[in-house]
């Protein structure tokens, strides 16, 4: 076919030929995730229909993740429990656990262990239901009756996600809150107005609860929009289901840990 | 546009290309669909067919030219307008593309809840009349897993019908289905058309089912369209490719073969 010579142009042409086609896909793919979320966060229908729409996917999204975060939240709570407690005894401060322990779930675990969570559970089911409901063709027919599958199918699942995830968040630090206590308190006998007021003392409401909050605002909805997208957007065939759910799942888990770097930072880092 | 006659076009594609990625499925294609009548498009597997649908129903926009609905180019209008112009058209999809989480009822009613703001005892009534014209009035509280490949079929067309379209599409009707469900949806998509005045376009390569029921028929091979007219004139038609295509020859135009190197050379080296 092509002599050696030919054969290593061929291929440095080839090589540079296949990274600008993956950077237009990837710019292109930007840009229509972007003009698809301003869509589907404008398009929720404020009808009677919409909102039952909206409970609908929350009871799906939300209320049916609630065992793994309730789960994993109190296992989480209690071996930051024992872990602080054999920590803090070297330095005679094991009343200290309480505080530990609340600062570390409301700041950090709690946002972020409950987005992973929610992108295992809750981010690859979205992706896989609507990669399915496009690969048999049924929002091309929900778009061929005029019905904007936007505005019925994504918007609704888009909020809930959005919706859910900072309730689960505040679900998983008080669950994981009472672990620690039923560890530290219950099992390895730390006086139990200590561990709660300490706790209450240096746990601060906007710098630390807020600040947890605003993490998981923002991880529900980047967690959301990388599931919905990547339904809506995947090769409608069995393997590009199987592909994209697992986009859903790494994106999400990259997305989130990065920006839990960036938000850290500008919250707490004194930038 | 040869062969349609003195009848005015409902849909009129005009000089429409299409790439799907580096491919080129139409290249200047131009046809004409007659209003109030079944018109099939027919062509081998792959050449786009359903593709045409898809830019018929301003799903996909083509990369040049355009395609006019009774006057109006769906590709200049605004997202929500084309929704409402949706409304005028039905399409059955080849998997019947049924919403698995609604009950057969519920299919049917979901354009009338969408587009009307029609009682609920009127919505009753309206479905109830839909299923009882593709005869599965009985099944109205089935689930779609529960029903056959045929029943899906006609529930999905009691659906796309649910509005009393004006266009009703029909992405390969027949494909696998066995011969009873086959004559049945041949005698429906005649019936409704019609009784209901449509204009129905059918997309096949079932050829004697789809000349047995249309009107005006379409064949499109390489992208262009190779012959058009009524079933009759198409049988009469000299061309070698039409001849093949209508008389289901495994070769001529169209190669038996896929385009490959010299067979000896590639078993002897």
Same mark, same amino acid.
């Given at each position: 076919?092509?002599?050696?010579?030919?054969?290593?142009?061929?291929?440095?042409?080839?090589?540079?030929? =296949?990274?600008?086609?993956?950077?237009?896909?990837?710019?292109?793919?930007?840009?229509?995730?972007?003009?698809?979320?301003?869509?589907?966060?404008?398009?929720?229908?404020?009808?009677?229909?919409?909102?039952?729409?909206?409970?609908?996917?929350?009871? =799906?999204?939300?209320?049916?993740?609630?065992?793994?975060?309730?789960?994993?939240?109190?296992?989480?709570?209690?071996?930051?429990?024992?872990?602080?407690?054999?920590?803090?005894?070297?330095?005679?401060?094991?009343?200290?656990?309480?505080?530990?322990?609340?600062?570390?779930?409301?700041?950090?675990?709690?946002?972020?262990?409950?987005?992973?969570?929610?992108?295992?559970?809750?981010?690859?089911?979205?992706?896989?239901?609507?990669?399915?409901?496009?690969?048999?063709?049924?929002?091309?027919?929900?778009?061929?009756?005029?019905?904007?599958?936007?505005?019925?199918?994504?918007?609704?699942?888009?909020?809930?996600?959005?919706?859910?995830?900072?309730?689960?968040?505040?679900?998983?630090?008080?669950?994981?809150?009472?672990?620690?206590?039923?560890?530290?308190?219950?099992?390895?006998?730390?006086?139990?107005?200590?561990?709660?007021?300490?706790?209450?003392?240096?746990?601060?409401?906007?710098?630390?609860?807020?600040?947890?909050?605003? =993490?998981?605002?923002?991880?529900?909805?980047?967690?959301?929009?990388?599931?919905?997208?990547?339904?809506?957007?995947?090769?409608?065939?069995?393997?590009?289901?199987?592909?994209?759910?697992? =986009?859903?799942?790494?994106?999400?888990?990259?997305?989130?840990?990065?920006?839990?770097?960036?938000?850290?930072?500008?919250?707490?880092?004194?930038? | 546009?040869?062969?349609?006659?003195?009848?005015?076009? $409902?849909?009129?594609?005009?000089?429409?290309?299409?790439?799907?990625?580096?491919?080129?499925?139409?290249?200047?294609?131009?046809?004409?669909?007659?209003?109030?009548? *079944?018109?099939?498009?027919?062509?081998?597997? #792959?050449?786009?067919?359903?593709?045409?649908?898809?830019?018929?129903?301003?799903?996909?926009?083509?990369?040049?030219?355009?395609?006019?609905?009774? #006057? *109006?180019?769906?590709?200049?209008?605004?997202?929500?307008?084309? !929704?409402?112009?949706?409304?005028?058209? #039905? @399409?059955? !999809? %080849?998997?019947?593309?049924?919403?698995?989480?609604?009950?057969?009822?519920?299919?049917?009613?979901?354009?009338?809840?969408?587009?009307?703001?029609?009682?609920?005892?009127?919505?009753?009534?309206?479905? &109830? @009349?839909?299923?009882?014209?593709?005869?599965?009035?009985?099944?109205?509280?089935?689930?779609?897993?529960?029903?056959? #490949?045929?029943?899906?079929?006609?529930?999905?067309?009691?659906?796309?019908?649910?509005?009393?379209?004006?266009?009703? @599409? $029909?992405?390969?009707?027949?494909?696998? %289905?066995?011969?009873?469900?086959?004559?049945?949806?041949? %005698?429906?998509?005649?019936?409704?058309?019609?009784?209901?005045?449509?204009?129905? *376009? &059918?997309?096949?390569?079932?050829?004697?089912?789809?000349?047995?029921?249309?009107?005006?028929?379409?064949?499109?091979?390489?992208?262009?369209?190779?012959?058009?007219?009524?079933?009759?004139?198409?049988?009469?038609?000299?061309?070698?490719?039409?001849? %093949?295509? *209508?008389?289901?020859?495994?070769?001529?135009?169209?190669?038996?073969? $896929?385009?490959?190197?010299?067979?000896?050379?590639?078993?002897?080296?």
């Amino acid at each position: 076919m092509f002599s050696i010579n030919q054969g290593w142009r061929y291929s440095v042409l080839d090589f540079i030929r =296949k990274t600008g086609r993956t950077g237009l896909d990837y710019s292109s793919s930007v840009g229509r995730s972007g003009l698809f979320l301003l869509r589907a966060i404008s398009g929720l229908p404020l009808s009677l229909d919409g909102l039952s729409l909206l409970a609908t996917q929350i009871y =799906k999204v939300g209320v049916l993740s609630l065992i793994i975060i309730v789960v994993s939240g109190l296992f989480i709570g209690m071996v930051l429990g024992l872990q602080g407690y054999n920590i803090l005894i070297d330095y005679g401060s094991e009343q200290a656990v309480g505080q530990m322990v609340a600062l570390t779930l409301v700041r950090e675990l709690g946002p972020v262990v409950t987005a992973l969570l929610f992108a295992g559970r809750a981010g690859s089911a979205l992706t896989a239901e609507i990669g399915l409901m496009k690969a048999t063709e049924q929002l091309s027919s929900m778009e061929m009756m005029g019905v904007d599958p936007l505005r019925r199918v994504i918007a609704p699942r888009l909020w809930a996600g959005f919706i859910s995830m900072p309730i689960l968040a505040i679900i998983f630090s008080s669950v994981g809150i009472f672990g620690g206590m039923l560890v530290s308190v219950d099992w390895l006998g730390v006086f139990e107005g200590a561990f709660w007021s300490n706790m209450q003392s240096s746990v601060d409401f906007s710098e630390d609860i807020l600040n947890g909050l605003i =993490k998981a605002v923002v991880f529900g909805l980047v967690c959301s929009w990388i599931a919905v997208f990547q339904g809506y957007d995947l090769v409608p065939t069995s393997e590009g289901i199987g592909i994209a759910t697992t =986009k859903t799942v790494v994106y999400s888990s990259l997305s989130v840990l990065s920006l839990d770097f960036l938000l850290t930072a500008v919250m707490f880092g004194g930038i | 546009m040869k062969g349609i006659g003195s009848v005015e076009p $409902y849909i009129e594609v005009q000089k429409i290309s299409f790439l799907r990625g580096h491919r080129s499925i139409f290249n200047d294609l131009d046809l004409s669909i007659p209003k109030g009548k *079944v018109t099939a498009i027919m062509g081998p597997s #792959g050449i786009g067919k359903t593709t045409l649908l898809k830019l018929i129903g301003g799903q996909i926009k083509p990369s040049s030219g355009r395609v006019l609905i009774d #006057g *109006v180019d769906l590709n200049t209008l605004k997202r929500r307008e084309l !929704f409402e112009a949706r409304a005028k058209m #039905g @399409m059955l !999809f %080849q998997s019947g593309a049924l919403f698995s989480d609604l009950s057969v009822f519920e299919n049917i009613a979901f354009p009338l809840r969408a587009h009307t703001k029609l009682p609920e005892d009127m919505i009753r009534d309206v479905v &109830l @009349m839909k299923l009882h014209a593709v005869g599965l009035r009985g099944a109205w509280d089935m689930m779609p897993s529960e029903l056959s #490949g045929g029943m899906t079929r006609r529930v999905a067309l009691a659906r796309a019908i649910a509005l009393d379209p004006e266009l009703i @599409m $029909y992405d390969e009707p027949f494909a696998g %289905q066995d011969p009873i469900a086959m004559g049945v949806l041949v %005698q429906l998509i005649r019936l409704l058309n019609d009784a209901l005045g449509l204009t129905s *376009v &059918l997309v096949s390569h079932d050829i004697a089912e789809a000349l047995s029921i249309c009107d005006h028929a379409i064949i499109i091979a390489d992208g262009r369209v190779i012959g058009a007219g009524s079933p009759a004139e198409l049988k009469r038609n000299d061309s070698p490719l039409v001849k %093949q295509f *209508v008389n289901g020859l495994p070769d001529g135009p169209v190669p038996f073969h $896929y385009p490959a190197g010299d067979y000896r050379m590639d078993l002897l080296g």
